[in-house]
Nanobody
């Protein structure tokens, strides 16, 4: 069992930056693929980024490439999402998720989910 707790959300102006953190419980954090997803108002939850066990492989949705960076610190059981050049369309609840698969999934079939943190970008 893995419990995930996100933090770091808030209100920021367009062009600004935020760093989200996701702290995981359990001793097997380093064996999970970690992902970030988001759900904007009136829309379905969508994939944002994923990172492999070691941190050596990453994947991003096209709309955030070059602006967002996913990283992890296995010694701290934490995954991060650095978000730069934020746009109003990035406004959403952001969720982290853990997956026992070896693949960097972009679908919702992750095994564990956090409760989410709100990110609001004003224009």
């Amino acid at each position: 069992q893995v419990q995930l707790v996100e933090s770091g959300g808030g209100l920021v102006q367009a062009g600004g930056s935020l760093r989200l953190s996701c702290a995981a419980s359990g001793r097997t954090f380093s064996s999970y693929v970690m992902g970030w997803f988001r759900r904007a108002p009136g829309k379905e939850r969508e994939f944002v980024a994923a990172i492999s066990w070691s941190g050596g492989s990453t994947k991003y949705t096209d709309s955030v490439k070059g602006r967002f960076t996913i990283s992890r610190e296995n010694a701290k059981n934490t995954v991060y999402l650095q978000m730069n050049s934020l746009k109003p369309e990035d406004t959403a609840v952001y969720y982290c998720a853990a997956d026992r698969s070896v693949r960097l999934r972009t679908d919702l079939r992750y095994d564990y989910w956090g409760q989410g943190t709100q990110v609001t970008v004003s224009s």
